[in-house]
């Protein structure tokens, strides 16, 4: 059973352009999470998904920044018209159910660097 | 909100020496706690959690921690550390499904 699989690994964009990290749950998970980490940071929450529904997104910036979670296919994080303060790790985290204490599965992250 | 506090932002300790990491937190209910490690490029590993309970948590890698109430701390120990034990360790409070993570600790293992 693979882990939770985040691709790219590694994201080099220019200021302006769109980055897009996909994200693919462990098998059997339908919850997703996606967190970023600033340098000398711990993570912070940015939303959470399930199949075609958002149902946390209180971490996302209002601006730039989307998430999907389609029926087929991986999590998508987009950042629109990155900006220099948008390099960070992205990570997912997938579970298999919801509530308290359902263990939370990492992803090895994506890092974006903005140019 | 709640709230992760990690005083400690770097640790060394020498290889079979004991560790302690100290994690506080702020929540108003019954706190989820959680401790993870992760490695330079990885992503995070659990490492240990509690929910309620013995207030003294067994882990993997043979980590231990306790949660304390009075003191709102849920710190981390081993025994006796190993040099593959170097990483970042991060405390973590739950509240629904949103994790709040502490800083973290780096953790430095010299010989």
């Known amino acids: 059973n693979a882990g939770v699989m985040q691709n790219p690994r590694h994201l080099v964009r220019r200021r302006g352009q769109e980055a897009r990290l996909r994200c693919s749950p462990m098998?059997?998970?339908?919850?997703v999470y996606w967190y970023r980490q600033l340098p000398e940071e711990g993570l912070k929450f940015m939303v959470y998904l399930q199949k075609e529904n958002i149902i946390d997104e209180s971490g996302m910036p209002k601006e730039r920044f989307s998430a999907e979670f389609p029926k087929e296919g991986p999590s998508i994080l987009r950042i629109q018209q990155v900006v220099r303060g948008d390099s960070a790790a992205y990570f997912c985290?997938?579970?298999?159910?919801?509530?308290?204490?359902?263990?939370?599965?990492f992803g090895p992250g994506t890092r974006l660097t903005v140019l | 909100a709640q709230s992760v506090t990690q005083p400690d932002i770097h640790i060394t300790v020498s290889e079979g020496a004991s560790l302690e990491l100290r994690c506080n937190y702020s929540?108003?209910?019954?706190?989820?706690l959680f401790w993870y490690v992760q490695s330079p490029g990885q992503g995070l590993q659990l490492l240990l959690k509690?929910?309620?309970?013995?207030?003294l948590v067994q882990g993997i890698k043979g980590f231990e921690a306790e949660f304390k109430r009075s003191q709102s701390s849920f710190n981390l120990r081993k025994p006796s550390v190993h040099w593959s034990d170097a990483a970042e360790y991060f405390c973590a409070v739950a509240q629904g499904q949103k994790v709040t993570f502490g800083i973290g600790t780096k953790l430095q293992v010299i010989p």
């Open positions: 509690y929910f309620s309970g013995d207030t």
């Open positions: 929540y108003g209910a019954t706190p989820y």
């Open positions: 985290a997938s579970s298999e159910r919801q509530g308290f204490g359902n263990e939370q599965f």
């Open positions: 098998k059997g998970h339908s919850h």
